[in-house]
């Protein structure tokens, strides 16, 4: 997603980017790719996939990353996030982002890091509540991504091939702005 618009009408609004990620039902026919199963796993509720997506300012996503259903979601946070921290004030996250090295980075490159603590934390940090609660727009942009049903239920074998599926349905988000 290099080619998102920087200026005009539809352009990214960095003032703050929004993490979270969604997890992906695989369904039986997805499995048994020859060379092995790609981003997927066992988990709870069956096999599944996770899209992990950064949303900006206005809830329209920007980047995303597709694992297996058991990744963590901090592991990816920095990956997303690295090619707009230049213009990002506030990196707003669940408390699944609250690890040391999140805080590090986002202190690293002059962002706030809007992450509540973890209860089993020993030293709390505090965190803007008030904008805090803008991150429900990133829960809207994987409400809207999901819509689609080869997206909320994963069909394709391949993972690059269900990154394609997540990359139109992105395109078809972003034209309905621009």
Not at 3 to 11: D, E, I, M, R, Y
Not at 90 to 108: H, S, V, W
Request: overall charge positive; hydrophobic content about 40%.
């Amino acid at each position: 997603m290099a080619l998102l618009p920087t200026s005009g009408f539809g352009a990214l609004d960095l003032e703050w980017i929004i993490a979270d990620a969604t997890h992906c039902k695989v369904h039986h026919h997805a499995a048994g790719a020859r060379g092995g199963n790609e981003a997927m796993s066992r988990t709870r509720g069956g096999v599944n996939t996770k899209i992990h997506v950064l949303a900006d300012s206005f809830g329209m996503p920007i980047n995303i990353e597709i694992t297996d259903g058991t990744t963590a979601d901090c592991t990816q946070l920095i990956k997303l996030a690295k090619p707009f921290v230049h213009e990002a004030e506030n990196l707003l996250g669940d408390k699944a982002y609250d690890t040391n090295e999140i805080i590090a980075f986002a202190q690293a490159n002059k962002m706030s890091a809007v992450i509540p603590s973890k209860s089993n934390r020993k030293e709390q940090r505090d965190h803007d509540r008030s904008l805090y609660k803008l991150r429900h727009m990133v829960e809207n942009a994987m409400w809207t991504l999901k819509q689609w049903r080869g997206i909320a239920t994963r069909y394709a074998k391949r993972v690059s091939s269900f990154r394609a599926i997540v990359h139109a349905r992105l395109i078809h988000i972003w034209l309905k702005v621009l």
